[in-house]
């Protein structure tokens, strides 16, 4: 469509549907159509108050150094192309230049991305839907479908390597997270029995150990309960010579000189 402007008479081309344009010469506005502007005036007050109105980008105006052609340009590619002659005018060199860069890392990552192979495909045995694999198929050895979800296994020994190596990764967090419990609570209840040997005096963590002193108790874990009636802290050599001596009918944790006892 081509206004004439009131003013300057210059010749404006535009495609605004809301009745108004705007001359780049004189930089004023121009109603060509009184209803229609004023239907659009109504609608945008209406978006302003219901907070919906959203603003349209700045619009540039730019000048053909060729041809002379004047036009309007929200281009976010720091340039525009005139649509008289062809010819390219930049306006923001900065913005071009970063343009151009997210348009070859674009263009790179598409050439590096696997294509699918048409030869390789597979059918959901419940919806029916072709799927298609890259390369030698999933590392996992299995594919779910997109729309009904189903896990279709396309390489039996794949996917069996694949939950063992799962339930390994599993199992190997799971028992470190036990470890860590384990030697958090044992490292509370050696200082709650005094931290040491009862016999020998040793004091390290390491070499401590809990003796039960009833051989027929139902459960190991009564060091949990701190219960000092059935257990006794000692090291892993006093524990040794504890079990050799009663073996042969000596308590040697009771006795007055369990030191002056012979290992025989």
Known sequence: MEIKCPICQTIIETKANFGATYCPKCEKSIVFDRNIFNEHQ?????????????????TIVLTCPKCGYI?????????SRCSKCGNSVVYDAEKKREYER???????????????DLSKKIICPTCNRVILLKGNGPICGFVNCIKCHRKIITDRAVYSKYRRDVRLKHLQEENQRTRKFYLKAKLAAIQKF??????????????????????KRESSMDWVKYDSSKLALVCANCHQRIHHYLDKGVDILNSKEPSTLAVT
């Open 42 to 58: 109504r609608k945008k007050y209406q978006a302003i108050k219901q907070g919906l109105w959203k603003h349209k980008p700045i």
């Open 71 to 79: 036009w309007q340009s929200c281009s976010i590619k720091g340039a």
């Open 102 to 116: 997210n348009y070859r890392r674009i263009k790179s990552a598409e050439k590096k991305r696997v294509k699918y």
């Open 194 to 215: 005094g931290g040491k040997c009862v016999l020998c005096g040793c004091s390290d963590a390491v070499v401590l150990v809990f003796h039960h002193r009833d051989r």
